[in-house]
């Protein structure tokens, strides 16, 4: 079969669940046996999102080849439960910093060099091999921002070169846009679509699919007003109408036979779709019969973006226990006192600690972790939450007065969390952490070996610091355990204390790997024993 490129654009405003939608149609066509991959193209000037702030972009989703990528590529993973890799996110910045080397490199033979064709060309290509090397059948391809900014021009224009490349029955261009309903005229407006359109014809585009975002189901009136001003017929105005759980809207897509279109428009005859594993999982998701509250204790509380991999990871983990997840959202930099811990604790039935960087939150977090060990809370700490866990019991448990992290005190006098010996020399920030999969061995009768009922174990990283090495015999020797080691017993990867319900600390990132169809087994331990305490 040849190769088809689908083409996600997005109208009016952003935050309309791009990535949600490509990710569903990614997986309504994969429920065929089509081999799928999905594409993020983010047109801003950062090579990657892992220079940028959480506020300015959320979180920073890691593949397990150590690409620093948008929290799509995250949405991605998780409805196709497939891992991606560095090649399914572009950012202008990588297209102008490969076309610019080799025009210094002298590769144009003293053509001018353009945005059309030598961006275009190398935006097209790297759509093309993504899908080459790896023998997809379907490319689905997402463009970032709303059509109208001027960044995201050429991307638009290498999409439209695509149908004039491939043919028809190869290209598709699905905009997804929004249909607001104005509570004092009581409707819904459709003008908003038809500017969106419009803007997109400007570009060359005419969108054969529209998906309508709007907070509930579209009347056929309306639905006929947006197929005569948009030129789209009726039958590929699809409602992607507002539900309580986003692993729905592929089922809400199927039951307005989106799946079908797609398929008669790229000419692919394929049938017998299977969902049935996803329709459980939705339906358990709806239908929990427990209840558990995890705080969730970091700095960047009011961002839940910041946060979205763990969010889904425990949310995985819930519908795998039949719970319903409550979250409790403790922004560590308040936690001042034992009152403040008491209030904000006191009634939760696990206690997350996740990653982050920079001081700012840090002795809140050591705080709570210490009130998770002496209350035996479960809890979980990642990355920054594992040295949280090994700078308080240092600290508390072994006597070390002052113990911190150099990221946030180089002169204290126990530096129990200290950098990476590779990272000293380093001087570029951009992608140069200890990044993506690495491998960990498990002690046998640990927490984490039964978790993982494995002797080996590989999990995505992100981190520059690292337990130094110096204090490991003085830590070990008060009782605290690591479980989970690199493979030549260096690096400490997992940290935990016996005789606790569930007290655990990784500096991997396990919430990069859980998906709804196979939680986390982290996660899944995690909420188990949270609702063992109820
Ligand atoms: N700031 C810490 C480090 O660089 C932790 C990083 C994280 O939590 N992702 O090691």
């Not at 403040?340 to 006191?346: P, Q, Y």
């Not at 946030?408 to 380093?426: C, G, H, M, S």
């Amino acid at each position: 079969m040849e190769t088809k490129y689908i083409f996600v654009t997005g109208g009016v405003v952003s935050s309309l669940g791009k990535g949600i939608a490509t990710s569903s149609i990614g997986l309504l066509l994969k429920s065929y046996g089509l081999k799928v991959t999905l594409q993020k193209i983010d047109p801003y000037i950062n090579v990657d999102p892992g220079t940028m702030n959480p506020y300015q972009h959320g979180e920073v989703f890691v593949t397990e080849d150590g690409a620093e990528c948008d929290l799509d590529l995250g949405h991605y993973e998780r409805f196709l439960n497939n891992s991606l890799g560095r090649e399914n996110n572009i950012t202008t910045g990588q297209i102008y910093y490969s076309v610019i080397s080799r025009e210094r490199r002298g590769e144009y033979l003293g053509k001018t060099v353009q945005v059309i064709p030598h961006i275009t060309d190398e935006i097209k290509s790297r759509i093309k091999q993504l899908a080459s090397k790896n023998n997809i059948d379907v490319v689905i391809t997402e463009i970032g921002g709303t059509v109208g900014d001027i960044e995201g021009q050429p991307f638009l224009e290498a999409a439209r070169q695509m149908r004039l490349d491939y043919g028809k029955e190869n290209t598709l261009y699905i905009h997804l846009t929004l249909v607001p309903f104005i509570k004092a005229a009581r409707e819904f407006k459709t003008k908003p679509t038809q500017h969106s359109v419009r803007k997109l014809r400007e570009m060359g585009i005419q969108p054969d699919i529209l998906l309508c975002r709007s907070d509930s189901w579209l009347t056929s009136d309306e639905r006929q007003k947006i197929s005569l001003f948009c030129n789209v017929p009726i039958n590929a105005v699809i409602d992607a109408v507002d539900v309580e759980c986003i692993y729905e809207i592929p089922l809400i897509f199927r039951q307005q036979k989106l799946d079908q279109m797609i398929l008669k428009e790229l000419q692919i005859e394929k049938q017998d779709p299977d969902l049935t594993e996803w329709e459980l999982f939705v339906q358990k998701a709806k239908s929990p019969s427990k209840v558990t509250e995890i705080a969730i204790c970091g700095k960047y509380v009011e961002l839940r973006d910041a946060y979205k991999s763990i969010i889904e990871a425990l949310s995985h983990a819930a519908v795998a226990n039949d719970a319903r997840l409550k979250m409790k959202w403790i922004d560590t930099d308040r936690i001042e006192d034992e009152i403040a811990l008491e209030n904000a604790l006191g009634m939760v039935n696990g206690i997350l600690v996740p990653g982050g960087f920079g001081m700012r939150g840090v002795e809140g977090k050591v705080r709570i972790v210490k009130y998770a060990r002496e209350m035996n809370k479960p809890f979980l700490g990642i990355c920054l939450g594992l040295q949280c866990l090994v700078i308080e019991y240092a600290r508390n448990v072994c006597g070390m007065k002052g113990a911190n992290s150099t990221e946030f005190d180089d002169e204290t006098a126990y530096p129990v969390i200290d950098l990476l010996p590779e990272q000293k020399k380093i001087t570029n920030m951009g992608g140069t952490m200890r990044l993506g999969n690495w491998p960990c061995r498990l002690e046998a009768r640990s927490l984490a070996r039964k978790i993982y009922a494995k002797d080996i174990i590989e999990e995505r990283h992100r981190h520059r610091y690292e337990v130094n090495p110096k204090y490991i015999k003085a830590l070990t020797s008060k009782g605290l355990v690591f479980s989970g080691k690199s493979p030549k017993g260096k690096l400490m990867e997992i940290a935990e204390i016996p005789n606790h319900p569930f007290y655990i600390g990784t500096q991997f990132h396990p919430e990069f790997t859980s998906r709804p169809l196979a939680p986390n087994p982290i996660f899944y331990h995690f909420i188990k024993s949270s609702l063992e305490i109820i």
